[in-house]
């Protein structure tokens, strides 16, 4: 389905609404699609389509999600915790996962930013340069 530019606008419009001090406030988006879909104003299909992607990049630049080879103790979790927190501002959502195939090393992403120090990470990229 093709969306249009006036689809887009009321989504980004929609999605502002939404957005109570820099943060994405998950009931307001969940109330505005589903009067959204009650009243079906036209072209609500390409709105609420673009809205919902929006609302999924939303939550994810919001999102981080540490992966380490070990588990991290809770001072090292605080630390990275306070280093993202400076550098993305507050309101992030942390996720630490335990990953054994990393070797050892984290790798870290915030939304689309993805930083790599893991050992796995330096191989595939010492495989790619050879």
């Not at 988006?29 to 709105?47: E, F, N, S």
């Not at 103790?73 to 990953?99: C, P």
């Amino acid at each position: 389905m093709k969306i249009t530019k006036q689809a887009r606008r009321d989504a980004r419009q929609l999605l502002r609404v939404c957005v109570v001090n820099n943060a994405l406030d998950e009931n307001r988006a969940r109330q505005a699609a589903t009067l959204l879909v009650k009243d079906k104003p036209r072209g609500y299909a390409g709105v609420l389509s673009q809205f919902y992607r929006l609302v999924r990049l939303e939550l994810a630049r919001r999102t981080a999600r540490v992966e380490s080879a070990t588990p991290l103790s809770a001072q090292l979790q605080s630390e990275v915790q306070a280093d993202l927190t400076r550098k993305y501002g507050g309101g992030l959502t942390f996720n630490f996962v335990h990953n054994p195939a990393l070797l050892g090393g984290l790798r870290i992403q915030v939304g689309g930013d993805v930083y790599n120090g893991s050992i796995q990470g330096r191989l595939a990229a010492l495989q790619e340069s050879l």
